[in-house]
């Protein structure tokens, strides 16, 4: 089993920055396939990011491209997400999870997830 726990979220204002981190218990870190999701009030949980096994391999939903950036530290056993340029619209949960597939976008396909951090835009 896998335990994770992220961290970094808070209140910015709209156009700020923000670098979420998720750490994972274990020593098989460097097994999954990691990803980021986040859920806003009355919404879905929705995909935001992922990163392969290695780090060599990244992938972001359409909405986030280009202002999201996830990476992976295996010697710390961290993922992390940093956002920039952010919006209201990113008002959300932030997510942690791993998987044992190659590549994984959607929530049923994620095996174990953190509690959440909650980022919140202000306009």
């Known amino acids: 089993q896998v335990q994770l726990v992220e961290s970094g979220g808070g209140l910015v204002q709209t156009g700020g920055s923000l670098r979420l981190s998720c ?9 999954y396939t990691m990803g980021w999701f986040r859920q806003a009030p009355g919404k879905e949980r929705e995909f935001v990011a992922g990163i392969s096994r290695s780090g060599g391999g990244t992938y972001y939903a359409d909405s986030v491209k280009g202002r999201f950036t996830i990476s992976r530290d295996s010697a710390k056993n961290t993922v992390y997400l940093q956002i920039n340029t952010l919006k209201p619209e990113d008002t959300a949960v932030y997510y942690c999870a791993v998987t044992r597939r190659d590549y994984g976008a959607l929530t049923n396909e994620f095996d174990y997830w953190g509690q959440g951090t909650q980022v919140t835009v202000s306009s």
């Open 23 to 31: 750490a994972a218990s274990g020593r098989t870190f460097s097994s």
